[in-house]
């Protein structure tokens, strides 16, 4: 069996809340090995995002060990963590969070020159996805030009481009109605079983997560046995 990619051990997070410490995450064990996919359900504040958060590299957790590619990610200066996030993660957000001055292609580009890619072969790459995701005529709109399903899937060639091992997703469909979700579902599943890649999303959704290899629920910051 192949290494995880992340490996989450004892994991607990307080954030300070009014002069008292509040425990958001509670001795969290998780690991997410290549290619496998996984839901992560919960009432909302039960800690998913934060969880996501420290998956990401974006938090780091109060208590606990979290291992990338194996190794303990917990003496990795920002730098480092910002480097190992741009080359092995992609991120979908409920929001879409599309750079609003630049085009479908130049956003779905964008991962891809940051790491130093050639700007024409980027494009090249970026626009192969945008038209399997049957966004051909969209290459040149902005984000404003296009509706929220569109935007979603703008933003999954965005995520894909760089073959990253693993796809972080906070409620991709909560923000679209349910034709529309079922759309961007299926292009997101069709889009990772093509790539291999592994994919963890934050979901309220149960078709989302019966459609996942696996699925963790949290409670009040505690994986539900
Ligand atoms: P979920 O995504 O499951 O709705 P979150 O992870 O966003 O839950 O939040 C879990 C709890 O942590 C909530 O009570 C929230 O208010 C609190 N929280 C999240 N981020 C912060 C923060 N930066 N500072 C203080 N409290 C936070
Ligand atoms: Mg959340």
Do not use: C
């Amino acid at each position: 069996m192949s290494a995880p990619i992340l490996e989450l051990s004892g994991i607990s997070k307080d954030f300070a809340s009014g002069g008292e410490s509040l425990r958001v995450l509670d001795g969290v064990e998780l690991s997410i090995r290549p290619g496998e996919t996984l839901a992560v359900t919960g009432p909302s504040g039960s800690g998913k995002s934060t969880l996501l958060g420290i998956m990401a590299g974006l938090e780091r957790p109060s208590l606990g060990l979290v291992r990338r590619d194996g190794e303990d990610a917990s003496t990795w200066d920002e730098d480092r963590l910002a480097g190992w996030r741009r080359r092995r993660l992609g991120f979908v957000f409920q929001s879409f969070r599309l750079v609003p001055t630049l085009t479908a292609l130049e956003n779905a580009a964008m991962p891809l020159e940051l790491l130093g890619a050639d700007p024409a072969e980027a494009e090249e790459k970026a626009a192969g996805l945008l038209r399997a995701l049957g966004l051909e005529g969209r290459l040149d709109h902005r984000p404003s030009a296009l509706s929220g399903g569109e935007q979603q899937r703008v933003a999954l060639a965005r995520a894909y481009a760089h073959a990253p091992a693993l796809i972080l997703a906070d409620e991709p469909t909560g923000s679209l109605d349910r034709a529309t979700a079922e759309k961007v579902l299926a292009a997101l599943l069709e889009l990772n079983a093509r790539s291999g890649t592994a994919l963890a999303v934050v979901t309220h959704d149960p078709t989302v997560a019966a459609a996942l290899g696996r699925s963790v629920r949290l409670e009040r910051g505690r994986i539900a046995p």
